[in-house]
């Protein structure tokens, strides 16, 4: 009886000892690894003619607006469901977009800017297995963008009272376009994304990792302009951003 106790308690030993012993795998089943790093946002904009909606409808045809490129910090949620699937959620510091115009609307410059929030959950699955260093990985998802902090410049909101004094035909003055203010509501919604990237691992527990993202993305802008707090006029125009996000940062496992 005691020999076979001490067979077994040996074998239990060996068996705990090679616990702790094997090797812990990187990026495998029940893993949560933690990305932040550089996100630079390069949309491939185009933009509808601003038209006016209320009191007239017109529009000018060579208006445009242009979105300049910019960039944020970016946080990455990754839970390797298997060693294969992951969950993702991307978040990070909202980005501001400045607008400029374009065509008739170019000698204005700056237009405005606005923050952008859009958190994004994906589904990523990763090549090769948890015993691999380099593994790329495709993915999709969908985001949620809406905007805040919205504020139009005074060149383009005198642009803006210039053409509504012209539109009166006489019955603004003139006098009245430095009083004229406008306004802008751009529009939320859910937006496409796909997602294409690479994992390094470059010691047990970090990573350094790279991506290119694309979102289909475009959203509508509603400006209202008022002469103290009356509405004068009402116009609108459809932005199109459709950004290409390159997110370069460094991993850490859990």
């Known amino acids: 009886m005691q020999q076979k106790f001490a067979v077994v308690s040996k074998i239990a030993a060996l068996s705990l000892f090679a616990c702790f012993a094997a090797p812990v ?3 495998s089943a029940g893993s949560v690894v933690v990305n932040v790093g550089w996100a630079h946002i390069a949309p491939n904009d185009s933009s509808t003619p601003l038209a006016f909606t209320y009191p007239v409808q017109k529009s000018d045809p060579l208006s445009g607006a242009g979105v300049d490129a910019t960039n944020t910090l970016g946080v990455a949620l990754n839970y390797f469901y298997t060693d294969n699937v992951v969950f ?5 510091v909202p980005p501001t977009y400045k607008l400029h115009g ?8 700056e237009i405005g800017d606005a923050k952008q929030w859009a958190p994004t959950a994906l589904v990523k699955y990763f090549f090769g297995n948890s015993k691999s260093k380099l593994r790329p990985y495709l993915g999709g998802g969908v985001t949620y963008v809406r905007y805040s902090d919205v504020e139009l410049t005074s060149a383009f909101q005198q642009r803006v009272g210039g053409t509504i ?21 751009l529009g939320s919604g859910f937006a ?10 470059v010691s047990d527990n970090w990573y350094a990792n790279f991506s290119l993202s ?7 802008a509603n400006l209202t302009t008022t002469y103290k707090g009356t509405v004068l006029a009402k116009s609108n125009t459809t932005l199109t951003l ?13």
């Open 25 to 27: 795998m990187a990026q």
């Open 88 to 92: 993702a959620a991307d978040l990070g």
């Open 102 to 109: 374009e065509g008739s609307l170019a000698s204005v410059g």
């Open 165 to 185: 004094v012209a539109l009166s035909q006489g019955k603004l003055p003139a006098s009245l376009i430095p009083s004229i203010a406008t306004s802008a509501d």
């Open 192 to 201: 496409p994304v796909i997602t294409g990237g690479v994992s390094y691992e």
């Open 214 to 220: 694309y979102v289909k993305l475009k959203t509508e």
């Open 242 to 254: 459709d950004p290409l996000v390159a997110f370069a940062s460094v991993g850490y496992r859990f």
